[in-house]
C-alpha cells in the first residue's frame, strides 16, 4: 500500500504515518515545512525500522499539490490512498470581529487545499484501479464551536466534498470518507492550559472522560484506507469519545478577558 498523508510532520498526520509504516505501507509525508518532515521521517524509521518519504507541499498552490502527488505515485503512478490532514483555522474570534482575508484564508486551507488533493489524486487511484481517499474534518462540522467562524464552515464543507466525491468517482472504485476527531491530544491543543475553563468544558461533555490521542484516529484511518472497508465510501467517521453526544467546548475565556 502506498499513501501520501499531508500535513504528516505533526499531530494526527504524523500518528498515522507512524501507523501505517508500522505495518508495512510505504507511507510520504508532506507539507511547508521540511525539517519537521525530516525529523518525523528519520524518527519513525528508527523506532520501526521503516522508511517514511517526505515531500516538500502547500495545500492552499494547486501547482505544488500537483507536483506533490507526481512525485508520491513514484515511477508507477499509482497510489493506495491519500490522507488529506494538512488544515487549521487562521484566525478565531465572534462574528463580528472577524477579519475577512483571515476568514478567506482558512476556508483556502481546509477547503480548497482538500479539494486540490481530491483533484490531482484521482488519476493515480484510476491508475491504481481504485483507492481510498480521507478528508481531515472535525467535530467543529456539526457541534457548535462559538469563536471558530470559518472553521466550522470549512469543516462542514470538506465532509460535503467527500460525500459528493465518493459518488462521482465509485465507478473507478475510488472511495471517499471522512474522519471527525474531537479533542485530540496534539501539539495544536497545547494552547488550551489543562487547568483552564477550557479544557474542563471539554471533558466535563466528554462521556469516557478523557480526550483522545492522535494514534486513536491513526486506527481508524488505517481501516478506512485497507480493504476490510473496501464497501465504504460516502461516510462520516466521528471520534470523540461521545463528545458529540452533549454539548460543544467553552472557549469565551480566551476571548471575554
Given at each position: 500500500?502506498?499513501?501520501?498523508?499531508?500535513?504528516?510532520?505533526?499531530?494526527?498526520?504524523?500518528?498515522?504515518?507512524?501507523?501505517?509504516?508500522?505495518?508495512?505501507?510505504?507511507?510520504?509525508?508532506?507539507?511547508?515545512?521540511?525539517?519537521?518532515?525530516?525529523?518525523?521521517?528519520?524518527?519513525?524509521?528508527?523506532?520501526?525500522?521503516?522508511?517514511?518519504?517526505?515531500?516538500?507541499?502547500?495545500?492552499?498552490?494547486?501547482?505544488?499539490?500537483?507536483?506533490?502527488?507526481?512525485?508520491?505515485?513514484?515511477?508507477?503512478?499509482?497510489?493506495?490512498?491519500?490522507?488529506?490532514?494538512?488544515?487549521g483555522a487562521i484566525?478565531?474570534?465572534?462574528?463580528?470581529?472577524?477579519?475577512?482575508?483571515?476568514?478567506?484564508?482558512?476556508?483556502?486551507?481546509?477547503?480548497?487545499?482538500?479539494?486540490?488533493?481530491?483533484?490531482?489524486?484521482?488519476?493515480?487511484?484510476?491508475?491504481?484501479?481504485?483507492?481510498?481517499?480521507?478528508?481531515?474534518?472535525?467535530?467543529?462540522?456539526?457541534?457548535?464551536?462559538?469563536?471558530?467562524?470559518?472553521?466550522?464552515?470549512?469543516?462542514?464543507?470538506?465532509?460535503?466534498?467527500?460525500k459528493n466525491a465518493?459518488?462521482?468517482?465509485?465507478?473507478?472504485?475510488?472511495?471517499?470518507?471522512?474522519?471527525?476527531?474531537?479533542?485530540i491530544a496534539t501539539?495544536?491543543?497545547?494552547?488550551?492550559?489543562?487547568?483552564?475553563?477550557?479544557?474542563?468544558?471539554?471533558?466535563?461533555?466528554?462521556?469516557?472522560?478523557?480526550?483522545?490521542?492522535?494514534?486513536?484516529?491513526?486506527?481508524?484511518?488505517?481501516?478506512?484506507?485497507?480493504?476490510?472497508?473496501?464497501?465504504?465510501?460516502?461516510?462520516?467517521?466521528?471520534?470523540?469519545?461521545?463528545?458529540?453526544?452533549?454539548?460543544?467546548?467553552?472557549?469565551?475565556?480566551?476571548?471575554?478577558?
Amino acid at each position: 500500500m502506498r499513501v501520501l498523508i499531508t500535513g504528516g510532520g505533526t499531530g494526527i498526520g504524523r500518528a498515522c504515518a507512524e501507523t501505517l509504516a508500522r505495518h508495512g505501507a510505504d507511507v510520504i509525508i508532506c507539507g511547508r515545512t521540511l525539517e519537521t518532515l525530516q525529523i518525523a521521517s528519520e524518527e519513525i524509521k528508527s523506532a520501526h525500522n521503516a522508511q517514511v518519504e517526505y515531500l516538500s507541499c502547500d495545500v492552499t498552490d494547486e501547482e505544488s499539490v500537483e507536483e506533490c502527488l507526481s512525485k508520491a505515485a513514484g515511477p508507477s503512478k499509482t497510489l493506495d490512498g491519500v490522507v488529506a490532514n494538512a488544515g487549521g483555522a487562521i484566525g478565531l474570534g465572534s462574528y463580528q470581529d472577524l477579519n475577512t482575508d483571515q476568514y478567506l484564508d482558512t476556508l483556502k486551507l481546509n477547503i480548497l487545499g482538500t479539494m486540490h488533493c481530491v483533484k490531482h489524486s484521482i488519476p493515480y487511484f484510476a491508475n491504481n484501479g481504485g483507492g481510498s481517499f480521507i478528508g481531515m474534518s472535525s467535530i467543529a462540522s456539526n457541534l457548535t464551536h462559538r469563536y471558530f467562524g470559518a472553521y466550522t464552515v470549512s469543516k462542514a464543507g470538506i465532509e460535503t466534498m467527500m460525500k459528493n466525491a465518493a459518488d462521482e468517482y465509485g465507478g473507478l472504485k475510488i472511495r471517499f470518507n471522512a474522519v471527525r476527531p474531537g479533542f485530540i491530544a496534539t501539539e495544536i491543543m497545547e494552547v488550551i492550559p489543562r487547568n483552564s475553563e477550557i479544557f474542563k468544558s471539554y471533558v466535563e461533555n466528554i462521556p469516557l472522560g478523557e480526550v483522545g490521542k492522535p494514534e486513536d484516529v491513526a486506527s481508524l484511518v488505517k481501516f478506512l484506507l485497507g480493504s476490510e472497508s473496501s464497501w465504504i465510501t460516502g461516510q462520516i467517521f466521528t471520534i470523540d469519545g461521545g463528545h458529540s453526544l452533549r454539548a460543544g467546548p467553552d472557549y469565551s475565556e480566551f476571548f471575554n478577558n
